[in-house]
């Protein structure tokens, strides 16, 4: 039986989980204070579809702050023969990214949902969204040459899970909801074809500029 949550997010005064298989649920955190209630179940969306896998469930709140964001990444895993350093040659299952499918939900109209007041949300506005172990970020970027890595109207997913899975071949599923398009990206340098234990998720965070000045010695 699928147990554990993918992800959680504070919003509107409440915790949202998203769990394994896609159950939203919401601990009311005033209520919550001294006690141990029983979550609120919001009813999901049915992001996915017959035939896909699903790779990760995430939450975020919208760029304005209104909303309630529920991203589904899906594809479909394969199997791939992996050759160790020091071990013989196995066969791993690896995923394949074909596109992350997002819902939006204002959970002041969620009471007693059965998810047809989730809203498929089919463009950012300008912006781009990034998921992942951390808490989401949102960017307003323009639209550079093919070869910038950052555009707009996409959504940018890390594995969620502490330690990453390190038999997979990739660090960023990049989905562009203009065109549909879907990729995978490497960002790390460790080799993801030997055995090594030690991979560690990226996670996103925004710089903060400062002007400075030196004083003359």
Not at 32 to 59: C, F, H, I, K
Request: hydrophobic fraction near 35%; glycine fraction near 12%; proline fraction near 6%.
């Amino acid at each position: 039986m699928l147990a554990g949550y993918d992800d959680a997010v504070v919003h509107k005064g409440r915790v949202f989980a998203v769990d394994v298989a896609g159950s939203v649920f919401a601990w009311d955190l005033p209520r919550a204070a001294g006690s141990r209630p029983d979550p609120q179940r919001v009813a999901a969306p049915g992001a996915t579809s017959n035939g896909e896998s699903m790779y990760q469930w995430n939450l975020a709140e919208s760029a304005d702050g209104r909303r309630l964001i529920l991203a589904c990444t899906h594809g479909r895993y394969a199997n791939h023969e992996k050759r160790g350093r020091n071990v013989s040659t196995r066969t791993v299952n690896r995923f394949h990214g074909d596109g992350v499918r997002l819902h939006e939900l204002d959970v002041g109209d969620a009471a007693g949902g059965d998810g047809r007041r989730w809203r498929r949300v089919t463009s950012l506005g300008g912006r781009a969204l990034f998921l992942g172990a951390n808490w989401p970020l949102w960017a307003t970027v323009t639209r550079g040459p093919p070869g910038q890595v950052v555009q707009p109207n996409c959504v940018y997913v890390t594995p969620a899970a502490l330690f990453g899975y390190p038999d997979e071949d990739f660090d960023v599923v990049a989905h562009d909801l203009g065109d549909g398009s879907c990729r995978q990206i490497k960002v790390s340098t460790a080799d993801r074809d030997e055995d090594d234990d030690g991979f560690v998720i990226p996670i996103w965070f925004t710089p903060t500029l400062q002007m400075w000045s030196r004083r003359a010695s």
